[in-house]
């Protein structure tokens, strides 16, 4: 998590009519306040992780606190107020200010199956969160996120001597739809497979699914195309491409083009 | 980097937790456990380092667990009445992501707690879930 992290407070000061939060999970105990009340709350187009939880003070509330778990699908369109003047009900004096919160689970402590700890190489790309609250009556709220495009010209084989595999894991909650697109243009073939990850409320145990099993894609100029399709395979927090090396050069020339949507096709 | 094994803190909460619930014997009272975790990060006054901040929004958070658990002290009232499945899941929600928030110790930043309130969460988390 940033720190000392935004509060919103500046873009108050300076007259601005939104402010927008957008940075990069360290942890599923990231905690971000907003200083300010605002007029409408939702899910920013960049943001990895789908749901995200806004707690806010509710006298109403049998303990003074109240939540909303805001989404692409659905955002929160009313006057919410950071409560600066109220501490929270029996929380040591916290005062109430507006508390986000990422909802989804993301643990990146885990492992795949048949990982190699001391000779394979494991990256997650570490999920971004997005969240822009309105200070003004939005004319329209435009909720909703963009597609999600990454992109790697070559990966890096293992420097141990023994290490062959190498997991790119990439940001998929909500999703709905998702297109690899694989061009070989090595003198090896290379042997690549897909899974999806969905995390639970443990540590570095996560459910595995095979959605496209170990298959060659043929030395250059070898192409592979994985399509995943949330009605026909699942829906995934995470999904993580398996690259399983047999050359010795440094550097691995696979073109790997990836686009995520929140659109079913 | 984190200053006492996170391990054993989460898997003993997510094993305490669920087997206490299916057992029937899931503590209600979260008050108690609040009011230690307080007493280890203090709230606003002492707000200043990341560990401070951000365990003390968690607090905040722990206390919506709270508000699902209203209802079993609605007449009629079973001692023995198991809490509801939505704290449960509450409960286990925010007990995971508080310990998450305090042991995250990110190396490119400020160490977000000191070894003894680590070792004091895990402490009152224990007695919580004993």
Known sequence: ????????????????????????????????????????LCVGPESDIQNIKAVYYDPTSPTGVQSVIISPQRSLVARLDARLDQPYPS?????????????????????????????????????????????????????????????????????????????????????????????????????VELRGFNFPYEYQSFSETVISAPAVVAAVPGKRRIIVRAAVDGVFDMLGLRYVLTTSQNDIFIQTNIVTSDVAL | MAYINLTNVLEDA??????????????????????????????EAGDNTPAERTVSNWIVMCRL????????????????????????????????????????ADAATPPRETPAQSVALLAACNAYLS
């Open chain 1, 1 to 40: 998590m940033a720190y000392p992290q935004p509060t919103g407070a500046q873009a108050t000061v300076a007259g601005q009519s939104v402010f927008r939060l957008k940075t990069l999970l360290s942890s599923m105990g990231d905690v971000y306040e907003i200083d300010a009340g605002c007029q409408a």
């Open chain 1, 91 to 191: 929380s040591g004096g916290k005062l109430g200010r507006i508390l986000l919160s990422p909802a989804d689970l993301y643990d990146p402590s885990n492992q795949p199956a048949g990982y190699d700890v001391a000779n394979d190489v494991l990256n997650y790309i570490r999920p971004s969160l997005d969240i822009m609250a309105y200070f003004a009556e939005p004319p329209s709220l435009d909720a909703g996120r963009s597609d999600r495009s990454y992109r790697w010209s070559a990966i890096r084989k293992p420097a141990v001597g023994a290490g062959n595999e190498v997991w790119e894991v990439i940001p998929f909650w909500g999703r709905k739809y998702a297109c690899f697109d694989l061009l070989n243009l090595n003198a090896n073939a290379i042997t």
């Open chain 2, 14 to 43: 997510w094993v305490s937790l669920e087997t206490r619930w299916a057992a029937g014997t899931l503590p209600a009272d979260f008050n108690s456990f609040i009011a230690a975790v307080i007493a280890i990060f203090p709230s």
């Open chain 2, 65 to 104: 667990a709270q508000n699902e658990n209203v209802t079993a002290n609605v007449p009629p009232y079973d001692a023995k009445q198991n809490p509801s499945y939505a704290f449960y899941l509450a409960a286990l929600d925010a007990l995971y992501r508080l310990v998450w928030a305090a042991l995250d």
